[in-house]
């Protein structure tokens, strides 16, 4: 009777272990899943494989953590395996709500993380190295476009500052909260234990030489905007995360950064026409209006400014932005000779004496109702 048992015990066992497609193999190596006879790790390089259900490779096997549930119902919480169907030979790393890369003894320092209910960043809390960056700029994913106004004045409002990291803050701010990580662990235990265990004591030196590194990271000077500076005058360049600290996204600043180029590139070139014209009006030469210039005579090219010229004539230039503006002629004795309307943002008015008489006269440049520039002139008879 007895033999009858222990017989039918080894049968059970021997048909769960066919069920369940769970074996160890002589060196200690693990199989799991849908298995064949041969080695399927000629090399016994893995401690365990699983195997999946999907054709002769027996592909799409996972490893999942707790519950799994329906596709269909949103189940498919927590599991790392082989990527969608077929032989793809790419990892799947998958958490339903998110997932979380940490570090330290206790695993309770977050390196990067992505948690859909704190925004749709993947967040890293330490430096990136990388061989470039390409950012997604479609057209087609962007609605309400429209042109940066005043891009040179939004620039001229954010100061930039060199600084460095306190490395307390950024420990601090890698840390999660504390209540929804596990309590099973005493930490009086564990740091006794620590103490009596060689190697938990050279992990605590590792650990020191990686804090010791990260210290003199953040120490080193770095160049930079403030958040809170910049949330003053481009609040959409600013975000604040659940904990409070603001980050910027400096890619931004590019935009702004190219449109005032633009901006000062045409200033310049309307200053460029406006000397070739003030050249050849006034009858000058680049070196006379450099003079002219040097000694204050023309302190800002595209202000508005008289020019003096052969005879009763004179020439000017006009800002960018005006609106009307007139050239007056007054005698000695303050009466108004000529009120002439100015059309051109640069040119030269000529006059002659027959128009004005001989003598000594005012010209006043007025510019939207005020009088922004004046020059005396002698007029002789020719």
Known sequence: MKRSHLLLCLFVLYGLGVQAQLRVLPNGRVQAGSLKDNN????????????????????????????????????????????????????????????????????????????????????????LWVNGVTITSDARLKENVRPLSNPLDLLSRVSGVSYNYSFAEIQKNRKPDESGLSASVNETQVSADAGSSAKDAEYQKIQAEIDSREAQDAARTRIGFLAQDVQKVLPELVQTDDKGVMSIDYIGFIPLIVESIKQMQATIEEQRKQIEALLSMAGGTEADLRSAVSTGEADALGEAKLYDAPGASVAYVLPADYSAAHLQVYDIAGKLLKNLKLDNSAGRVDLNGGETGYGAFIYALVVDGRKRDTLKKFINRQ
């Open 40 to 127: 399927e790790d000629l090399g016994n390089a893995t401690s365990m494989q699983i195997f999946g259900k999907n054709g002769e490779m027996r592909t799409e096997s996972k490893l999942s953590f707790g519950d799994f549930g329906h596709y269909d119902n949103q189940g498919w919480n927590v599991f790392v395996g082989e990527y969608k169907g077929g032989d793809t030979d790419q990892l799947w790393l998958h958490g339903k709500l998110g997932i979380y890369l940490t570090t330290s003894g206790r695993a309770n320092s977050e390196i990067a993380y992505y948690n859909p209910l704190k925004g749709s960043s993947f967040v890293f809390n330490t430096n």
